[in-house]
């Protein structure tokens, strides 16, 4: 876990003395309630084929989040669909090439 800054020091202290309140209204609690109950329910099952590779490295970054890799799966899907997935230029160009990439890119004669 990476060490906190004096700012967030001090809203953990703050909620370890039971010191915050809540400024949402009723209306908004209900409504972040209902967003949050159809996010997680997961009514349908798929079955998807990876290469062992990327699987690999699916589980190596869901590890790295500290959560399972179906749930790092399923955030990716949800935010690609829901138009929230953005490629981060910059650190995107900095690391190295995964085993797919290698692949495809090599050129045939």
Do not use: C, W
């Given at each position: ?13 703050a909620f370890e003395r039971g ?49 399972p890799y179906q749930t790092l ?37």
């Amino acid at each position: 876990m990476r060490k906190l800054d004096p700012y967030e020091r001090r809203i953990l202290d703050a909620f370890e003395r039971g010191k915050l309140e809540s400024v949402a209204t009723k209306g908004e609690l209900a409504k972040f309630k209902a967003a949050a109950r159809a996010t997680a329910m997961k009514d349908r099952r798929i079955n998807i084929r990876l290469s062992s590779g990327d699987l690999s490295d699916i589980q190596a970054r869901a590890l790295e989040e500290g959560i399972p890799y179906q749930t790092l799966i399923a955030s990716v899907l949800h935010k690609y669909v829901t138009g929230r997935l953005a490629e981060r230029g910059a650190t995107r160009a900095k690391r190295a090439p995964s085993r797919a990439t290698k692949r495809r890119t090599t050129s045939i004669s």
